[in-house]
């Protein structure tokens, strides 16, 4: 079974700190494919990255990085001088393969509050 | 162009009443997909098409009906709604589905409200 634990239910930071969202997965699986997105107060779904397991070297796309670390199954993500429109609610999700029966497993995403 | 469009984007409704939604993606892609998100905001997957043909349906009241008319297009009909219906429901769409590593793009959801 997959599972996708976001420990942090709710963040505050005050705009300009940098604030790292944690991401736990388990599963069974060699090969799999780790997302993120990001849910503004409008509602919609926005996609950040997709990492697979085979690739562990961080990742950095503007003031977003991501570290992915298989020895402990984890794929946090960092937001660098944070700033009001990055508040949202972000997912972590999870895909492996299961015969053509491939879930996204979510988890329960983590509130983050820039003030300004 | 919006990729994946969903309408309604608001849908209020009494108990016992029969609703459908609406999903089109422009992105070519085979694959179409329903989720639920509650209102604490947990995302479940409930269906998924790919070319028409249903391949995942989760454990879902079969008062939810999806119908795929062609592989651009979801929708998703409820009989008999029910207060515990309410939430978001969002399409999706990938390019293949059957492969892990596709990325799933939605769209901007539903809000069905059950008075």
């Known amino acids: 079974a997959q599972k996708v634990t976001q420990a942090q239910t709710e963040i505050s930071v005050v705009e300009k700190e940098d604030v790292t969202l944690d991401c736990v997965y388990e599963?069974?699986?060699?090969?799999?494919?780790l997302f993120w997105y990001k849910q503004p107060p409008s509602g919609e779904l926005v996609f950040l990255i997709r990492?697979?397991?085979?690739?562990?070297q961080n990742e950095i796309s503007g003031r977003y990085s991501w570290n992915f670390q298989k020895s402990t199954s984890s794929f946090n993500f960092t937001i660098t001088a944070s700033q009001v429109v990055d508040s949202a609610v972000y997912f972590c999700a999870l895909r492996a393969p299961n015969f053509g029966n491939e879930k996204l497993t979510f988890g329960t995403g983590t509130r983050l509050t820039i003030i300004p | 162009d919006t990729a994946v469009s969903q309408t309604p984007k608001y849908l209020v409704t009494q108990m016992g009443n029969d609703k459908s939604i609406k999903c089109e993606q422009n992105l070519g892609h085979d694959t179409m997909y329903w989720y639920k998100q509650d209102s604490k905001k947990f995302l479940k997957i409930m269906f998924s098409y790919n070319n028409k043909e249903l391949i995942i349906n989760e454990t879902v009241p079969n008062r939810f009906s999806p119908k795929s008319p062609d592989k651009a297009h979801l929708n998703l009909h409820i009989n008999s709604l029910e207060l515990g219906d309410s939430a978001v429901y969002f399409c999706?769409?990938?390019?293949?589905?059957?492969?892990?590593?596709?990325?799933?793009?939605f769209g901007p959801g539903t809000r069905l409200t059950v008075l």
């Open positions: 599963t069974r699986d060699t090969t799999y494919y």
């Open positions: 999706a769409s990938s390019l293949r589905g059957l492969a892990p590593s596709d990325t799933q793009y």
């Open positions: 990492r697979n397991s085979f690739d562990e």
